[in-house]
C-alpha cells in the first residue's frame, strides 16, 4: 500500500505542476474533502488549481519531504513561481492526504502563502 499512497501523492504534485487540471478526476475521490478550503468534489480542486495558475502562471510545488503512514501521507513542499517582493523564503505548505481505492479522499493543510483579502 505505500507505494499505491506514495504514488498518488507524487502524481498529484506532477498534474499540479504540469497545469493538468483535468487529472483531478483520476486523483481524487469523487466524494474529496478540502478541510482546509472546507469544499467537496474534484470541481474544489480544479477551481483551486486554476485560481492559482491565474495568480501564479509559473507556480510549481516542489517535493522536499514526502512520508508515508499506512493510508496516509504527509508532504512538505516549497512553491516557485511566486514572486517574493519583499525578499521572503518560497513559501511552503505541509498537506496530509489520506487516500482510499488508489485516490486522494481527504487533505489536510497549512500553507505560508498570504492569500488575497476577502473585500
Given amino acids: 500500500m505505500t507505494d499505491q499512497v506514495r504514488a ?5 504534485y506532477e498534474a499540479f505542476n504540469a497545469g493538468d487540471v483535468s487529472a483531478a478526476d483520476e486523483i481524487f475521490a469523487a466524494d474529496f474533502v478540502s478541510h482546509p478550503l472546507g469544499t467537496v468534489g474534484a470541481e474544489s480542486v480544479k477551481r483551486a488549481w486554476s485560481g492559482m495558475r491565474a495568480r501564479f502562471p509559473g507556480i510549481r510545488a516542489e517535493v522536499e519531504d514526502m ?3 499506512g493510508d496516509r501521507v504527509a508532504v512538505r513542499t516549497t512553491l516557485r513561481g511566486v514572486p517574493d517582493g519583499d525578499g521572503q523564503p518560497p513559501p511552503a505548505m505541509l498537506e496530509i492526504f489520506h487516500v482510499r481505492d488508489g485516490r486522494i479522499a481527504e487533505l ?3 500553507s505560508t502563502l498570504s492569500r488575497p483579502r476577502a473585500t
Fill in 108 to 110: 489536510w493543510g497549512m
Fill in 67 to 69: 512520508l508515508v503512514d
Fill in 8 to 12: 498518488v501523492a507524487r502524481r498529484m
